[in-house]
């Protein structure tokens, strides 16, 4: 009950205090310092490279498989698991990638983008106090998920200038509290793709303490080699330890559709679903079916796919080759990492904002991707989208050519 006082004959409540009413996960959940950039990039009308989100359209075939669902009616809700065609379609590609089996009906589960597959993730395995590793820099939905379940984030810096994922340094981070490593392969936002032997690191850290390793995978069509490395949950006795979750938004170019997935053992699957039920219950039926037509593309989609990002990557690259600005050339993804050390700045979100402002380009801070901005790294490194108009990249590059250092300003 409210606590009031009298005053004379009239009665006054005393002032209620809200924010004593917010949870103390939520007070711990950062929101990223990227929304100031955004909305100053629309101030200043300046080109977005810092969103990864494509500004071309998606193929007309997926757009035309959700419209036709939505003339069919197909408006109602979907099995809360997901459409089964398009649980049977992810089954065939990973099979087709991997050649490794995964039952449609008992171990994939849809859900509303790989965020909130992770969050289901996380209720599903981590108790309050259950620690979680997560290498960083790092997306920032990884930690506030863990919080939300009560986890608590541990966090293993990645060696820079190459973004080296050390064992020894996960080794030594790994208590009796631990529950579970999160293995975001390509890296975002370095661009690394994880080699084999540091990937075959972790496997041995899961073997060894017992550990989940909860995959992030949603970049794992794009990459840059002849040959993408295997992802974690095909070495010996990794696939029972892995939660792979992954999503449609960036090989199809849908980050709106909110389209994910989870695959899991069937014993961990019926616990993702129940959490994914009282999340959700279902993703977009429409949206979906748009998927089913995607996940059904030929070889040559993906194949064109990496080559227009290659393009794009490319655009890019000869642009700071030329400018002689340093960059760390990306493995996977569409993210590039520029550093601009020598432009005199020892702030890099302040760097972030004085490009948005005065050159016309916005992009995002490498710092935003640590908690709670605690990145001490000497380096300013900005992170760029490349998923954007070829004409958009180049005027980009020409926009960059008027930076100055800042002692020259």
Excluded at 308 to 331: H, Q, T
Aim: charged letters at 25%; glycine letters at 6%.
């Amino acid at each position: 009950m409210p606590e009031f006082k009298k005053e004379g004959k009239k009665m006054t409540f005393e002032p209620f205090h809200a924010a004593g009413k917010l949870t103390e996960r939520i007070k711990q959940i950062r929101i990223p310092s990227f929304k100031k950039l955004a909305d100053l990039a629309s101030k200043y009308k300046a080109i977005d490279l810092g969103s990864g989100k494509p500004d071309f359209p998606t193929d007309v075939k997926f757009k035309a498989a959700a419209i036709q669902a939505i003339q069919d009616d197909l408006n109602q809700y979907a099995p809360p698991s997901g459409v089964k065609k398009l649980r049977e379609g992810i089954a065939a590609r990973l099979q087709k990638q991997f050649q490794t089996q995964f039952d449609a009906e008992q171990e994939i589960t849809i859900c509303s983008g790989v965020t909130e597959s992770m969050a289901a993730v996380f209720l599903a395995v981590i108790n309050p106090g259950d620690e979680v590793i997560i290498l960083t820099p790092s997306f920032a939905a990884y930690d506030a998920d863990v919080h939300l379940c009560g986890g608590k984030p541990v966090y293993v810096e990645l060696t820079q200038p190459t973004f080296y994922l050390d064992k020894e340094k996960v080794a030594a981070a790994i208590t009796e509290h631990t529950k579970a490593i999160l293995f975001n392969s390509p890296h975002n936002p370095s661009g690394r793709f994880f080699s084999q032997a540091e990937v075959q690191g972790i496997a041995e850290l899961s073997k060894k303490h017992d550990l989940l390793v909860i995959t992030d995978e949603i970049y794992n069509e794009i990459y840059y080699n002849e040959q993408a490395i295997a992802p974690i949950w095909t070495l010996p006795d990794m696939r029972e330890r892995t939660i792979l979750t992954n999503g449609f938004s960036k090989t199809y170019s849908v980050t709106g559709w909110r389209i994910g997935y989870v695959v899991a053992t069937p014993v961990l699957t019926k616990g993702i679903r129940k959490a994914h039920n009282y999340l959700t219950l279902s993703s977009a039926l429409p949206l979906q079916m748009g998927m089913v037509e995607a996940i059904q593309s030929v070889d040559d989609y993906y194949i064109e796919l990496r080559k227009s990002y290659k393009k794009r990557l490319d655009i890019l690259k000869n642009g700071f080759d030329e400018l002689e600005i340093p960059y760390l050339l990306p493995e996977g993804g569409y993210f590039l990492l520029v550093d601009f050390s020598a432009f005199g700045w020892d702030n890099d979100f302040e760097f972030a904002q004085y490009i948005t402002e005065h050159i016309g380009v916005s992009a995002r801070p490498l710092s935003g991707f640590y908690p709670n901005d605690t990145y001490t790294g000497q380096k300013i490194w900005l992170r760029l989208a490349f998923c954007k108009q070829e004409e958009v990249l180049m005027e980009a590059i020409a926009r960059f050519k008027k930076l100055k250092k800042k002692s020259e300003r």
